[in-house]
């Protein structure tokens, strides 16, 4: 299982954490404090494998953070050295030394051994994170537990004791969080001074650490050839028409990582600074690519704002920070006002606490080809409900509705779960259901943040778990929770009752979902291979627009209405997320998210006149 957790893609949603030194830690809070760590009487780690030596260099052998021959190096392992190889992936070996890293190496350099293995002790204080993409911190210690978000390989934590199951209870500073996650992956030590990448027999051709790191000269001055970043896969189109329109500036704490290609694994080539100036050329998952006086490379697509957001005035919606309900509302009105010859509102039905569940039908009611597009079904997600309301707004004022199409969009399906997550005030009934989390282990957040990552809706149900598909199937908690409870039944919520008999009743030639977060694209589910070939030809119509590359899981949830629409209605569905870091996500991430997206909707009806 772990390694299963390991393999997992970063982004099924938030490849949210940055990589190694994106963006500083932030200050620890009060809970927290900067202090020495009391001392605990930690059990040696249950570490079972296979005992080797390192055999067959002339100088050293490489223990690297990540299965990768361009991995930053932990340490160097002298012949000789006696390691405890925990599993092997591909040319590379996960192993354990006897002085508590772990880390990767080449299983080529590797011979069985019958020395004695001395077995580290597990200590309190520094760790680095040491996997394939990335490792999950949980509320509890167990798999099924809430992910609270994901730590790149490189980025520190402080291990404060350990815990059941192979677990260990850490504080993140890269998230500002504490949780659990896997000891196993977990190397004692941190990467203060990370040292240059290496070949498994020493320095490398590239160039010395101070020339990757020191700012690049501006163009035009003498200085040696630049690095030539690695290839990508396809690079979504550029964002805007002539020099200016993709003029972007660095919005982080201090700076922000140029890497030689678009993985939070790769070379760093410079550190770009909060607020300097850069020519934005297109997006590849959840990277940009940029040229940065002159060097071309990718920085986390997340920490770039536009410096002219003229093209960013709506006709109608406004883009806020936590755009909400009553805002939403408040805009869909003025936008019926002001086309009511494309645009009708209606209500889908009530929520559990009474508010109306918005639907926008836009386009002709007699259209041919009619289409589904849902958001903000989990409450946290409630961007999802801005990006949908600034494209209707934006396909309106230009008159982009394709000939014989019918859009039925429900930009907010989870209307109290959104105002929960923005409004943050405990209420009696919501406080049962804190209380009881954290009785069950499955939170140790405080109030305001728990609050803030609600998922479910009002009630305590996650509305992407309560439809009729593979019901109760996969992670699920067994009482109303701030996620992952499917409801005792299927639709047994007014807000899925509701959308699964519109569903039923109407004749959907495809459907979209915006989700957040993590910059991938799911377009399969089930077996049906014609169906699933139709749903990846949509998502491949929707990543060449926004370089959001798919990925090779289905995506399901177990109830989730992507499955339902497409397992029980057989109506070829694709899901996109939105983002690339921890949900909700910060009001930053919006301009690149809309540069990125803006020709959705568009997109779903050209293709569907077309299919």
Request: aromatic share 8%; glycine share 10%; net charge negative.
């Amino acid at each position: 299982m772990a390694s299963l957790l390991c393999l997992g893609l970063v982004l099924n949603a938030c490849q949210a954490a940055p990589g190694l030194n994106e963006t500083p830690p932030p200050v620890p809070s009060s809970q927290h404090p900067a202090q020495t760590p009391p001392v605990y009487d930690f059990p040696p780690p249950q570490s079972q494998g296979e005992l080797c030596e390192v055999a067959g260099v002339d100088a050293f052998l490489s223990l690297r953070i990540s299965d990768q021959a361009s991995a930053v190096r932990v340490r160097k392992l002298p012949g000789g050295c006696p390691l405890l190889v925990l599993e092997r992936q591909g040319d590379f070996a996960r192993v354990l030394t006897e002085g508590g890293e772990r880390g990767y190496v080449m299983s080529a350099y590797l011979k069985p051994s019958s020395a004695s293995f001395a077995q580290p002790a597990t200590r309190p204080g520094p760790y680095t994170v040491v996997c394939r993409h990335s490792l999950s911190l949980f509320e509890a210690p167990s798999l099924k537990a809430e992910r609270i978000g994901r730590m790149m390989p490189g980025s520190g934590v402080e291990l404060l004791e350990t815990a059941e199951d192979g677990f260990a209870r850490v504080y993140s500073p890269d998230l500002g969080a504490e949780g659990y996650s896997l000891l196993g992956y977990l190397s004692f030590g941190r990467l203060d001074d990370p040292e240059p990448l290496d070949t498994v027999f020493g320095p490398s051709p590239m160039p010395d650490e101070s020339a990757r790191t020191s700012l690049p000269p501006t163009q035009g001055a003498a200085a040696s050839p630049n690095p030539s970043p690695t290839q990508s896969k396809a690079v979504s189109p550029k964002p805007g028409e002539g020099a200016e329109a993709q003029r972007f500036v660095v919005s982080c704490s201090q700076y922000l990582n140029l890497r030689e290609s678009p993985s939070s694994e790769a070379a760093s080539l410079y550190q770009i600074a909060n607020g300097e100036e850069l020519q934005l050329l297109g997006f590849t998952g959840a990277f940009a690519k940029i040229s940065y006086r002159g060097v071309s490379g990718y920085v986390l697509a997340g920490y770039l704002k536009p410096k002219d957001r003229s093209e960013f005035n709506f006709s109608v919606v406004k883009p806020v920070e936590n755009y909400g309900y009553a805002q939403m509302m408040k805009d869909i009105r003025a936008l019926e006002k002001k086309y009511p010859a494309l645009l009708r509102a209606k209500s889908l039905g009530q929520s559990v606490l009474g508010s109306e569940i918005p639907l926008l039908e836009l386009g002709r009611a007699d259209a041919k080809t009619h289409l589904l597009v849902t958001g903000g079904i989990h409450a946290r997600e409630h961007m999802t409900s801005l990006l949908l309301l600034a494209q209707v707004d934006r396909m309106l004022a230009e008159g982009a509705i394709p000939d014989d199409v019918c859009y039925h969009i429900l930009p907010m399906l989870n209307p109290d779960g959104a105002s929960i997550s923005q409004g943050r005030e405990m209420t009696q009934a919501l406080r049962g259901i804190y209380e009881a989390d954290e009785a069950a282990g499955f939170t140790s957040l405080s109030e305001k943040e728990y609050l803030a990552r609600w998922k479910a809706n009002a009630s305590g149900v996650d509305l992407n778990r309560n439809f009729d598909e593979g019901f109760a199937k996969g992670a699920r908690r067994q009482a109303p929770s701030s996620a992952l409870y499917p409801g005792a039944s299927p639709e047994d919520q007014p807000e899925s009752k509701a959308l699964g008999q519109y569903l039923r009743e109407n004749d959907f030639k495809a459907s979209l979902h915006i989700h957040a977060y993590g910059s991938w694209i799911y377009g399969e589910y089930g077996s049906d291979a014609a169906l699933n070939r139709v749903s990846r030809s949509l998502a491949q119509e929707f990543s060449r627009l926004n370089g959001y590359p798919l990925n090779a899981e289905s995506g399901e949830e177990g109830g989730g209405l992507k499955d339902y629409l497409q397992g029980r209605l057989k109506v070829p569905s694709v899901t996109i997320e939105i983002g690339t870091r921890s949900c909700p996500l910060p009001f930053d991430e919006f301009d690149t998210i809309w540069l990125r997206n803006q020709g959705v909707l568009p997109a779903f009806g050209l293709w569907a006149a077309k299919n």
